[in-house]
Each structure stands twice: as C-alpha cells, then as structure tokens.
C-alpha cells in the first residue's frame, strides 16, 4: 500500500469554557490537559511535521486551542519551512486580542515560509455561545492586513446551511462590506469579496437525533458527498484526490498519546516516551489488520457488511460521521470485527 500526503492532527488542549450544545468532549473541558512540549515531544514533532509526505499540520483540541496558544507557537518554531498548518477555532478572544494573535502567527509564520489556514467554526451551535463574533472581523482584518501567511475559511457543522450563509452575509455587510456565497458542491461554498474567495465547508453533525430536526445528509449521503469531492471511494486515512494515493491521518492528543484518527482503541504510544517516524507509522497500518482493512475497503462495502444487524444500525444511524461510527463500534468489539472481518 502507497501512502502519502499525510495529515497530522494536533490536539493541544482539551480546556474549553464555550459549551457549545452538540460538544462531543465536554466531559474532557474541567479537568482537561493541554499539551506541554518536552524535549522528546519537540524532537517528536520536528520529525513528523518536517518529513515530506505531509501535506498539513492541523491544530486543534478536544477543547478550543486558542486556550494554548504557546503550545502552537512552538509547534509553529519546530517548521523547517514550506508547511501547510490549519488552525481550528471558535475565535473567542476579544478582537483587540485576536488582532494581536493574528499578527504574532503571521510573523512567526512569515519568517518560517509557511502558511496557515484558519478555520472559524461558523454554526449556529459556536455562534450563539460567543461574546465576540470573530467571523467579519476576521475577514475584514485579511482584508485590510493582507497579511503574507494567514488565510481564513469557515467550517460549519450545522444542518441549517442558510443559517451558515445569511449570518456570514449579515456579519459582513455591518462592516459595509459587500459579500456574495456560492453553492460548490454538497458540503462546500465558496463566498466572495470582488475578486476574493474564502471558503466554506460542511461537516456532518455527530448524533444528530440529539440536538436537531429536519434535513441533514444521513452516513451514506455524507460519505458519497466526500466521494465526489475527491473523484475516489472514500476510505479512513488521509483523502487525497484521485488519482493521488491517499495518506496516513494521525492525532497526537494533549497527553502526548498518538493514534491514527478515529481508531482511537489502538495507542501507538506516546511523543514524550517513544520514537515516531512516518515510516514506523506506515508498518503500523500494513501489520494492524484492523487498520489496514479500515484503510484499503471502502467505508461503504464495510457498512453493507452490517445491513440487517439490528445493533450496529442504531449505532450508525447515531454516529452519523465516520470516524466517529469506529469510535462507537470499537467500544463494541465483536461489531467492529464483523465490519472488517465478515
Ligand atoms: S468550542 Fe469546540 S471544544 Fe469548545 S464546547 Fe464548542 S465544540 Fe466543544
């Protein structure tokens, strides 16, 4: 199996106090733990985040990471140059603030020849729990600022896309800027200031019954949207698009333990303790069958492999994402190994 272009997710907080309604870790935010670099972690993720195959280094937490921003910064310093970060975020801060934050990451940025996206979380659920709306200010400053190595997109999760639309709209024209959104695809759009374009994308909202009524793509719709987004049958590990060979997704958490993201049963050991390399990673996946097949079968044949089993459809119909759906049914092994094995 190829692997390449490889996404690195680091969790670097689990504290939150924003208590958005649908929160899928706010168990974690009272006693939560936020990444601390030792020598070993640092050394740890130069290695991962200098190696080639990478494609982005994506920050973010069990909690808001904006609750650790030194943990970035000095994630951002261990760059040998020439790196895609992400960082995802309610953009709580008070604007001055958040100002000042935008300003410190794009110089470090800068000076490293990087980039980072950042993601504002843009739904209903984030919005109405913030006392300063980060979104037109954010555009606004990109805007103004221009600055060398930020860009900005939205990230929704809501099942109310107008909602997402007509707020980003209204946000905008009270800074008298004018703003127009287009539809893409299923779970993209695209909104436009004259000749800039900042995205926007859709992600499925987990357990859904819980919180919402009315219309949402149920797992099977959701997985065929991201099929035609990547021209490809959708598999766990990094999506890339065809006919590029998919990478290797990887979630360092808080507590320095890492795993590939979703199968959060299988711990590959610790950035503090061990040693990681992509190539020590990749044996990983060949040698874990679990983890292969979850890898190589398209995730809708291992869905087709529990029709009629009467438990596992009430934990897809719950779940709802597919990383999420491995971490239901990993707490129920016997169906796990039914999806992979049968
Ligand atoms: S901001 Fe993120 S971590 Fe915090 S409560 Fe909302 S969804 Fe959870």
Not at 243 to 259: A, L, Q, R
Not at 301 to 314: F, N, S
Request: hydrophobic content about 35%; proline content about 4%; glycine content about 6%.
């Amino acid at each position: 199996m190829t692997l390449t272009g490889h996404l690195l997710y680091i969790d670097i907080t689990q504290t939150c106090g924003i208590g958005c309604t649908f929160c899928m870790y706010a168990d974690k935010h009272k006693r939560g733990s936020s990444l601390a670099l030792s020598e070993r972690a640092r050394q740890n993720i130069a290695n991962l985040i200098n190696a080639p195959g990478v494609k982005r280094v994506s920050i973010s937490g069990e909690g808001e990471p904006l609750n650790n921003v030194d943990a970035f910064h000095q994630i951002l310093g261990l760059s040998a140059g020439g790196k895609s970060f992400e960082f995802i975020t309610s953009g709580f801060f008070p604007h001055d603030r958040l100002a000042a934050f935008y300003d410190r990451t794009d110089a470090l940025l800068a000076a490293n020849g990087d980039t980072c996206n950042i993601r504002l979380s843009a739904d209903s659920y984030h919005i109405e729990k913030i006392r300063h709306k980060p979104h037109g200010f954010s555009l606004q400053y990109w805007l103004e600022q221009r600055p060398r190595a930020l860009s900005f997109s939205m990230r929704s999760v809501d099942t109310d896309r107008q909602f997402t639309r007509d707020y980003l709209l209204a946000e905008l024209e009270e800074r008298s800027i004018t703003a127009r959104i287009e539809g893409i695809a299923p779970l993209e759009d695209e909104l436009y200031v004259d000749n800039d374009v900042f995205h926007i994308s859709y992600k499925n909202l987990v357990h859904p019954a819980e919180w919402v009524s009315g219309d949402y793509l149920g797992l099977r719709d959701y997985i065929l949207a991201i099929e035609a987004k990547y021209g490809k049958r959708f598999t766990l590990g990094s999506l890339n698009n065809h006919p590029m060979s998919n990478g290797m997704d990887v979630t360092i958490k808080p507590d320095g333990s890492v795993c590939f993201y979703g199968i959060e049963t299988i711990e590959l050991g610790n950035i503090h303790s061990d040693h990681f390399t992509w190539d020590k990673l990749a044996r990983h996946v060949a040698e874990t069958p679990l983890i292969s097949h979850l890898y190589t079968v398209p995730f809708l044949e291992l869905l087709d492999r529990l029709d009629g089993q009467e438990d596992a459809q009430k934990i897809i119909n719950k779940a709802n994402n597919p990383y999420w759906l491995i971490k239901e049914m990993s707490r129920h092994s016997a169906l796990l190994d039914r999806m992979v094995t049968a």
